[in-house]
Every structure is written in C-alpha cells, then in structure tokens.
C-alpha cells in the first residue's frame, strides 16, 4: 500500500474561508457559506466548518469554528470560565439550565443578533492555533492521526516551509481511515 501524506487529503487554502482579522462576524459566516456553496462535492464528502483569520500581511493568524460564532453571539460566554474544560466535565442538564439562569445566557432576543453579527470582529473571538496544530504537507497520515487525537483537534493547519498553504480536516482524515478500513481483507 502506497504511503499516504498530508498533502493527498489537504484542503488548499484557496479552497477555504477565509476572513480578514478586521472582518465582522457577519463576513465570516458568509464567507463560510460561499466557501461550502464553491466545495468540488466529487472531491470533498463534508462542508467545510470554519473560516482561517488572515492579518494584514495575508498570514493566516487565526481559526473561527461553528462554537467560536455561537460564543461569540453571546459575550457572556466569556465570565462562565474554561469552556473547553467544562464542556467535557459531563454536567447534568440541571446544572447547565442553573448556568443559563444564573449567568443570564442569552437573555436578549434573538433579534438583537444581526446587531452582534454585524458588531463583532473576528480579532475579538478567534482562536489561535497553537504550535500542535500545525503539520508539514510531505508528513505521513499517521503522524496526521496522532497529532488530531492528542490534541483533540477538527483540523490542523498544513504548512510547506514556513507558509501555510491549507488545512488538514478531521473529516477527511475519517473518511480516508473509513476507505482503508473497507478494503482491508478481514
């Protein structure tokens, strides 16, 4: 079986949203939308769920997931703590409702949300990813598989050199690991 790397299941980043770190909310989303409306549905099996952050030199300086928007959508996210860590504890949907009453989650109307969409800059709630989140477009897909499961990730950044040149999706990786898996003799 021929070695499979990186650069086989990338996405190029042409391919992908992207945003300016002074973009809204609101361009993001919508960049999200023409990136998945633009998908090659022979290549790609999955939409893509999030927009890359570019600064001012067009380096790409940030994430924004499908979660970074909803949080973004209420700032008051921000007070309830780690929500990477509580979101993994396992608490019951009592306690989750009693965070939503005593920290008054969502209490302004829904209406109110094209207002934030247009308000918010993306600078303000990306994610920047960290030094794990990145892979070398010529690294094998195993190497691939273990940095997404260690560091429990949706994506890694693909570089060639010092440049990023795309993103590596969890979803494809499945998917490719799922193909192989099917023409295995077991």
């Known amino acids: 079986m021929k070695t499979i790397t990186v650069k086989d299941l990338v996405v190029p980043l042409e391919e992908y949203a992207t945003v300016s770190d002074d973009a809204t909310l609101f361009d993001a989303v919508t960049a999200l939308e023409e990136a998945q409306e633009a998908l090659d549905r022979e290549r790609y099996l999955y939409l893509h769920r999030a927009v890359l952050v570019y600064d001012k030199n067009k380096k790409?300086?940030?994430?924004?997931?499908?979660?970074?928007?909803?949080?973004?959508l209420e700032p008051k996210y921000e007070n309830v703590g780690d929500l990477e860590r509580l979101s993994r504890a396992g608490f019951s949907p009592s306690f989750l409702q009693t965070m939503l009453k005593q920290e008054a989650?969502?209490?302004?109307?829904?209406?109110?949300?094209?207002i934030k969409a247009a308000s918010f800059r993306v600078k303000t709630f990306m994610y920047t990813p960290t030094e794990g989140e990145y892979i070398s477009e010529d690294a094998a897909l195993e190497e691939a598989v273990h940095l997404l499961v260690m560091g429990d990730h949706h994506s890694l950044l693909v570089t060639r050199g010092e440049e990023i040149v795309g993103i590596l999706r969890l979803t494809d990786v499945f998917a490719e690991m799922f193909h192989l898996m099917k023409i295995c003799a077991i």
């Open 105 to 114: 989650l969502w209490e302004n109307p829904l209406k109110d949300i094209c």
């Open 60 to 72: 790409i300086v940030g994430k924004i997931s499908q979660l970074d928007v909803l949080r973004a």
